[in-house]
């Protein structure tokens, strides 16, 4: 099957500066890309959808400007969680297919943890 | 709006018991229907999607329109199908689209 992957899979930051998560489908092209977010022991959340080319899709309740998304190319996209704060903890996966019929693929995701 | 409820958090059976994971849904269309999968310390995955009418690991599911259900059964656990399943939803051309997930259910099957 298709394979995307997620770096870093972990990572821990400071209050107040950036962190970006960077998401690649490895072996086939996407023009869209989803960003969830899981929290612990709760189910995953859509974020936004990331589209190739042009700016993403954010959820209700999500702030494009603190969680900025890029995807400047057709394997790669990423989120930017801009200035942190622990509350932005969390697990954050990504996801992608190769085409319209075909089923979404994960990223490992990648558990960001704010100090 | 869209939504997949799951009742159950957990879901406790012994092995060879027969398991069966409750999912519905609402959808004003034709929806497509996923179960996903995600083992300990693993990656979510697909376990089965509706319109693919398979049975993968013992797994079947079948989408019942008029009860808006799409549960998961087996009729034999097994030790290793410990894991935690989301049901998830998305609009044709899934794609180019979002899923929505069910809050999860945690299947323990003790030997």
């Known amino acids: 099957g298709a394979v995307v992957s997620q770096h870093p899979s972990w990572v821990i930051c400071k209050s107040g500066t950036s962190v970006k998560i960077e998401c690649r489908s490895l072996?086939?092209?996407?023009?869209?890309m989803f960003w969830y977010r899981q929290f612990p022991k709760q189910s995953l959340m859509l974020m936004a959808t990331s589209n190739e080319g042009s700016k993403a899709t954010y959820e209700q309740g999500v702030e494009k400007d603190k969680f900025l998304i890029n995807h400047a190319s057709l394997t790669l996209s990423t989120l930017t969680v801009t200035s942190a704060h622990p509350e932005d903890s969390s697990f954050y996966i990504c996801?992608?297919?190769?085409?319209?019929?075909?089923?979404?693929?994960f990223g490992q995701g990648t558990r960001l943890t704010v100090v | 709006a869209q939504r997949v409820t799951q009742p159950e958090k957990l879901l406790s059976v012994f092995k060879g018991a027969p398991v069966e994971l409750k999912c519905n849904y609402s959808?004003?269309?034709?929806?497509?229907l996923f179960w996903y999968v995600q083992y300990s310390r693993q990656r979510l995955q697909l376990l089965l999607r509706h319109i693919s009418r398979e049975s993968i690991k013992g797994f079947t599911a079948d989408l019942n329109k008029g009860e808006t259900s799409f549960h998961l059964k087996k009729p034999f656990a097994q030790e290793e199908d410990s894991a935690m399943y989301y049901c998830?939803?998305?609009?044709?051309?899934?794609?180019?689209?979002?899923?929505?997930f069910g809050s999860g259910t945690r299947l323990q099957v003790q030997p």
């Open positions: 072996d086939f092209q996407a023009t869209t």
């Open positions: 998830a939803l998305s609009g044709p051309g899934t794609g180019r689209r979002a899923l929505t």
């Open positions: 996801s992608a297919s190769p085409n319209m019929n075909t089923e979404a693929f």
């Open positions: 959808y004003s269309g034709s929806p497509e």
